[in-house]
């Protein structure tokens, strides 16, 4: 059963650093073409993409938020980690991780199939 | 980036009628897409992916189709829980950018 859980504060202050992790189950980060992508939502507002990386350590991140974000992962804690710094009242949303991996049976890329039930975060003084 | 363009914003539609959701991205992502749905205080769910598969546990009525830029998700015979917002998103290029969504609300 693939299990994915968000923990993390659920208030910062603005210019703090949010740290957020990701605990998975049910699957390895170790396992081939396997990843795990983190997600972003605003209230009443829709998704936004912000992150991943996978088995290989490869990352990507969203254009718009790279110079204040770090993705990394712990393999023996089956977690993965996002860091954005100086946040702002605009980055209150609820942060959900997901899982992506390429299904080389059939050839696949299968984005984000599996979703944590998401933790708000709240940017307030 | 590639930009997603999804329409309508919001539709309006009764339990049995057929819906068309399109999703127009700013250039070619050669099938890589895929469609969600979200229900209020819910993760979004996984529907389709690839462009036209059917992800596993979705029901057949949900079907997606196109090419190049531009794609549709088709929800035939409208169930009561198809009631929800819809987001497509591609994955062509490393930013896996998501469309703005589409309401879907009970007519």
């Known amino acids: 059963q693939v299990i994915l859980k968000e923990s993390g504060p659920a208030l910062v202050k603005p210019t703090e650093t949010l740290t957020l992790t990701c605990t998975v189950s049910?699957?390895?980060?170790?396992?081939?073409?396997?990843?795990v992508g983190w997600i972003r939502q605003p209230p009443g507002k829709a998704l936004e993409w912000v992150a991943h990386?996978?088995?290989?350590?490869?990352?990507s991140y969203s254009t718009s938020l790279k110079s204040r974000l770090a993705i990394s992962k712990d393999t023996s804690k089956s977690q993965v980690v996002l860091t954005m710094t100086n946040m702002d009242p605009v980055d209150t949303a609820t942060y959900y991780c997901?899982?992506?991996?390429?299904?080389?049976?059939?050839?696949?890329?299968?984005?984000?199939?599996?979703w944590g039930q998401g933790t708000l975060v709240t940017v307030s003084s | 980036d590639i930009q997603m363009t999804q329409s309508p914003s919001s539709l309006s539609a009764s339990v049995g009628d057929r819906v068309t959701i399109t999703c127009r991205a700013s250039q070619d992502i050669s099938h890589a897409l895929a469609w969600y749905q979200q229900k209020p205080g819910k993760a979004p769910k996984l529907l389709l992916y690839a462009a036209s598969r059917l992800q596993s546990g979705v029901p057949s009525r949900f079907r997606g189709s196109g090419s190049g830029t531009a794609y549709s998700l088709t929800i035939n015979t409208l169930q009561p829980e198809d009631f929800a917002t819809y987001y497509c998103q591609h994955y062509y290029s490393t930013a896996h950018t998501f469309s703005q969504g589409t309401k879907l609300e009970i007519k």
């Open positions: 997901a899982r992506i991996w390429d299904d080389f049976l059939t050839g696949y890329y299968i984005p984000f199939d599996y």
């Open positions: 049910g699957f390895s980060l170790t396992d081939a073409k396997m990843g």
């Open positions: 990386i996978f088995s290989s350590d490869e990352k």
